[in-house]
């Protein structure tokens, strides 16, 4: 897992948690084991798994649950200008996440220069003049919280594939309104291709 969907499987389990209470959440994490051998966690990237146990505790009330469920962590909209599809964060941890990105300078110039096209991480620490054990360091936290998703590749001359990277988005938007920060992220389309939660989101938004 990686990439956007690294970025929304947390929020998208504690959601669950949260909707779900210990009681309900530990019934259907053992039917999830007894039926297919995985956990709840497990299971938010085979939704369909997941969605076929809650349907079992739940009946037809199992669409507004997920629906909900979905909501609490993000809703997706399309621009009516160039029909490019934003993601409104809902969820705390997930804001935090990325204003934490933005509220770095060394990360904030590093998903810059990836912006303008994927390079491999030598090169992206050159070009932001970060020093390399903490360039390092802050760019694996940006592919570990899926902010920063491999695009290609190239072989060096002693034959290593090294990767490329690219931010998950294109644009973001940050309000503060009377104390209320609002993330708005326009996705780009790779990283919605490759994802498996984002027609599920779309489904719900």
């Known amino acids: 897992m990686a ?17 779900l209470g210990e009681q309900t959440l530990r019934k259907i994490d053992n039917r999830l084991f007894e039926k297919y051998g995985i956990t709840i966690n497990q299971a938010i990237l085979d939704f ?19 629906k909900k469920i979905f909501e609490n962590v993000c809703t997706l909209e399309k621009s009516k200008t160039n029909e490019q599809e934003w993601m409104t964060v809902e969820d705390q ?12 300078e060394d990360k904030k110039q590093i998903l810059t220069a990836l912006l303008e096209e994927p390079r491999i991480i030598s090169e992206v620490l050159s070009i932001c003049n970060v020093p390399q054990t903490s360039g390092y360091r802050k760019i694996n936290w940006l592919i570990d ?18 990767n490329k990277y690219t931010p998950i ?6 309000n503060i309104v009377k104390n209320k920060v609002t993330v708005r992220v326009q996705l780009n389309k790779e990283s919605m291709n490759k994802s498996l939660l984002i027609p599920l989101i779309q ?3």
């Open 3 to 19: 990439g956007l969907d690294s970025l929304l499987a947390r929020s998208l389990g504690a959601a669950i948690e949260d909707n």
């Open 48 to 66: 369909q798994k997941l969605d076929g146990v809650l349907r079992e505790f739940f009946g037809g009330g199992a669409d507004g649950l997920e």
């Open 93 to 104: 941890f997930l804001s935090r996440v990325i204003l934490e990105a933005f509220g770095d």
């Open 145 to 162: 919280n899926g902010l920063l998703t491999a695009h290609d590749f190239i072989t060096t001359n002693d034959g290593k594939r090294v």
């Open 169 to 174: 988005f294109e644009n973001i938007k940050i």
């Open 203 to 205: 489904n719900y938004s």
